[in-house]
């Protein structure tokens, strides 16, 4: 199995701020992912992220909102830009890893934007 | 396109009650089912997976098996236990890529 850890675990941010949130993992990885997920809802898929190319991003997520850094095969940051309280909720790093290959979730940060 | 649907929550249950949280999905070909489980203040767990059909996942006393000709994963167990209050996701994948399409999760609650 691969573990995961994240960093900061919760953070409460003002409205127009920036907070970048890392993502180690103890084994080397190709894919990795960033989630959110909103009080009480499910996940929603923000971006891959595979080491060496550009994330990819999904509908209604945008490179200059939440950019991503993947320098290498076992890290990978991912900045909340110019926060509103919207923004507000678990952001959740992933790795596929294996085989077989199965998805490893770190414990999330906790973001609160006042 | 492919999509999960669980039934909605919470659930409550008294110890040792037998457990059913169905989950029904939309896709074509034949995607890996899993079942992730979400323990209160922790992330989350890969609790079981089937990978074809009438393959048939199981851990800490949960199931499920992959019901093709009712594109059915529902979570079953025995006898519940306080601990196993949590937030339970279904989720799928195509082969072709490693992305999961997810449930909107079930939140079990188990009393004493």
């Known amino acids: 199995s691969a573990v995961i850890s994240q960093k900061p675990s919760r953070d409460i941010c003002q409205r127009g701020t920036s907070l970048t949130i890392q993502c180690q993992v103890d084994?080397?990885?190709?894919?990795m992912f960033w989630y959110r997920q909103q009080p009480g809802q499910s996940l929603t898929l923000i971006a891959t992220?595979?080491?060496?190319?550009?994330?990819?991003?999904e509908s209604g997520f945008v490179i200059d909102k939440f950019p991503i850094s993947r320098p290498n095969l076992t890290f990978s940051t991912l900045t909340v830009s110019n926060m509103s309280p919207e923004d507000s909720s678990i952001y959740l790093c992933?790795?596929?890893?294996?085989?077989?290959?199965?998805?490893?979730f770190g414990p999330g940060t906790r973001l609160t934007v006042t | 396109g492919d999509s999960v649907t669980q039934m909605e929550g919470p659930v409550t249950l008294s110890e040792e009650a037998f457990l059913t949280i169905n989950c029904t999905y939309t896709?074509?070909?034949?995607?890996?089912l899993f079942w992730y489980v979400q323990y209160p203040g922790e992330g989350l767990q890969l609790l079981l997976k089937?990978?074809?059909a009438d393959d048939k996942g199981s851990n800490k006393g949960f199931e499920a098996t992959y019901r093709k000709e009712t594109t059915s994963f529902h979570l079953e167990k025995g006898s519940v236990q306080v601990s196993d209050s949590a937030v339970y996701f279904c989720?799928?994948?195509?082969?072709?890529?490693?992305?999961?399409?997810w449930g909107a999760g079930t939140k079990l609650i188990i009393k004493p």
């Open positions: 992933s790795v596929e890893y294996g085989p077989p290959y199965e998805q490893y």
């Open positions: 084994s080397q990885v190709t894919m």
């Open positions: 992220a595979n080491q060496g190319s550009e994330a990819t991003y």
């Open positions: 896709a074509t070909g034949y995607p890996s």
């Open positions: 089937a990978t074809k």
């Open positions: 989720a799928l994948s195509r082969d072709s890529n490693y992305q999961l399409i």
